[in-house]
């Protein structure tokens, strides 16, 4: 069984920084894309970044330039590094694994971390 567990949340202050971090854990034979999404009280969970296998990276336009997704794939994690933070990231991260084979032939699936609050004060 693969599982995803997440780190590095907390409170900080308006443009502090914060690095969430994603490992997976089980047997993983190749994870495509990774990726972080947001959700905030009372608002769907959204796309902040991902990151394919061949390490492009697509960004939210509300945190380019301050946030920086990252990969290790011999770790099977994967980084947020977030910078000059704002008020308006809070919201619970989650972490989501897609297309993630146990081996060659097998079939891909796609799973989710168990989410970690960020909470920036202004």
């Known amino acids: 069984q693969v599982q995803l567990v997440e780190s590095g949340g907390g409170l900080v202050q308006a443009g502090g ?6 490992a997976a854990s089980g047997r993983i034979f190749r994870i495509n894309a990774m990726g972080w999404y947001r959700q905030a009280p ?6 902040v970044a991902v990151i394919t296998g061949g390490g492009t990276t697509n960004y939210a336009d509300s945190v380019k330039g301050r946030f920086t997704i990252s990969r290790d794939n011999a770790r099977n994690a994967v980084y947020l590094q977030m910078n000059s933070l704002k008020a308006e990231d809070t919201g619970v991260y989650y972490c989501n694994f897609k297309d993630v084979r146990k081996s ?3 079939e891909g699936s796609d799973y989710w971390g168990q989410g970690t609050q960020v909470t920036v004060s202004s």
Do not use: I, P, W
């Open 17 to 22: 920084s914060l690095r969430l971090s994603c």
């Open 42 to 47: 009372g608002k769907q969970r959204d796309l």
């Open 104 to 106: 060659f032939a097998s």
